[in-house]
């Protein structure tokens, strides 16, 4: 009797809070079959109540989610204020408007490091009076090693600029832009790239009908392969017609491309260099003099790009920092990982340790998270904002980032009143972040869908989920 008794003082407090929790099983005949559904929705503070709960404790792949991970650790380890530091240094000396040794550039992985703020720190080295360099110049990219790629990312999507590399070495995104023109049926078509990309771009693309029936012509697709040193070919098909197909390619070879681009400038500040310019992935230890440096906004505004905009460079850029930072070694993708679990354990007593993190962007299919855990970190960030900031630089439905034009949110009465990180990759649509209140208090929801294929009929083919969200989160709205 006394055992029965206990059990049912330990369970009382978990059935009230689901006494009145919002179904979902109504709802989920909204979605295509074989979609798989997690749902958790909590009121914040210190006695959270669950408002609705749907296997919650599931393993999904989070995608961009899990950029809210990334920005707690960011915030928790290297704080706000934190900026990313492109150094210039020699061990050499300037004499005769020459320096005497080699320049070597400290990269830092500083996802907003771009050509005009190379410019600019060129410009400064001719200021004080370096005309030629006698002596290599040496591009330190030990803050990174092992692998720019993630386990995980899937292959065919690697020249894709959202699937840029986090190099250290990163300019200008390491994205660029090409343009495909179709030409008359049966001809080629032809590509083109702004004179002042440094990257080679060949293709042999054949143009064809827009309404052909041929089967080689209906399963002709436009295609990009990669071979070393930023060399690209596009082949396949485009369909015949006046408009030019416009196209954004990641840098694979960071390094290759950010020399190449150094050259140019050295060029046009016209400072000339005895030596090469090598790469030295190494750690330097001598004694350096610093000779000029470019930093880049603080963290809380990198954040806030990230999350709203959904930005996987700097995700994974910030991730990789987190490894090399919270060690004090070379960022690696598996002891960044390791990072964030630990950063998290010990400054917010949240314990990730069976969850997969593969990355910090998202993009990795490895990448395992539960309503559960993200729920964790979603009432610690409300618990903390004050401090944190991150309810701030999520996304806000009808306004602005992912969430502006997202269907299911951008009216009334959902607009201005939900900001969360949105997640997507192929069969997955996933949601974490919080439902304002009239008095300005927060509920906080996770939302993880995989499995999702729709039999459009006619409509988007995330119709059937932005009907889910929409009659879904009503019922917490207001």
């Known amino acids: 009797m006394i055992n029965i008794r206990i059990i049912i003082l330990c369970i009382l407090p978990f059935l009230s809070g689901l006494l009145h929790a919002q179904p979902v099983e109504p709802y989920l005949s909204t979605l295509p079959k074989g979609s798989d559904l997690s749902i958790l929705v909590q009121s914040v503070g210190s006695n959270p109540k669950t408002l609705a709960k749907y296997k919650s404790s599931e393993f999904k792949q989070p995608a ?4 809210v991970i990334t920005a707690l650790a960011a915030q928790l380890e290297l704080g706000g204020d934190f900026r990313f ?97 179709p030409g008359k049926v049966g001809s080629k078509a032809s590509v083109s790239v702004a004179s002042n990309i440094p990257v080679v771009v060949s293709a042999d693309i054949k143009t064809i009908a827009a309404n052909s029936k041929d089967l080689n012509d209906r399963y002709c697709e436009l295609d990009v392969s990669y071979s070393d040193k930023n060399r690209y070919h596009l082949s396949g098909c485009v369909a015949s017609g006046n408009n030019k197909i416009p196209l954004k390619f990641a840098i694979l070879d960071g390094t290759a491309y950010f020399s190449a681009i150094l050259k140019k400038e050295l060029k046009l ?31 809380s505004e990198l954040l806030t790009v990230m999350l709203k905009k959904s930005n996987n460079l700097y995700a994974d850029a910030i991730f990789r920092t987190l490894g090399a930072h919270h060690y004090n070694i070379s960022g690696t993708w598996r002891n960044s ?63 602005d980032g992912t969430l502006q034009n997202r269907k299911s949110f951008n009216q009334l009465p959902f607009k201005e009143t939900i900001r969360a990180k949105t997640g997507y990759i192929q069969g997955s649509y996933n949601l974490a972040g919080f439902i304002q209140k009239s008095d300005g208090q927060y509920l906080a929801f996770v939302q993880l869908l995989s499995g999702y294929h729709a039999d459009t009929k006619g409509e988007p083919k995330n119709g059937a989920i932005m009907r889910f969200e929409s009659e879904f989160y009503k019922n917490f709205i207001d």
């Not at 961009?64 to 950029?67: A, C, E, H, V």
């Not at 409300?382 to 009808?398: D, K, R, T, V």
């Open 337 to 399: 990982s390791d990072a964030v679990k630990r950063i998290l354990l010990k400054k917010a007593s949240i314990n990730l340790e069976n969850l997969v993190i593969a990355d910090g962007s998202g993009l990795s299919r490895l990448n395992l998270v539960s309503a559960d855990k993200l729920m964790e970190i979603l009432q610690y960030i409300s618990a903390n904002n004050a401090q944190l900031g991150i309810i701030e630089m999520l996304p806000i439905a009808g306004v």
């Open 85 to 181: 530091n492109t150094l210039m240094k020699t061990n050499g000396s300037i004499s005769n408007k020459q320096l005497n040794g080699d320049l070597i550039i400290q990269l830092s992985g500083d996802p907003t490091f771009s050509s005009d703020r190379l410019k600019i720190m060129l410009t400064e080295l001719h200021q004080k009076g370096i005309e030629k360099i006698a002596g290599n110049i040496i591009l330190d990219t030990s803050v990174f090693s092992s692998h720019d790629k993630a386990a995980g990312w899937s292959w065919n999507n690697l020249t894709a600029c959202y699937n840029a590399p986090p190099s250290a070495a990163i300019i200008n995104d390491n994205c660029f832009y090409a343009t495909v023109t």
């Open 269 to 299: 500040q016209k400072i000339v260099y005895t030596g090469k310019i090598l790469e030295n992935n190494q750690k330097n230890n001598s004694q350096l003099t610093l000779l000029t440096s470019s930093q880049s906004a603080p963290l």
């Open 64 to 67: 961009s989610t899990q950029k």
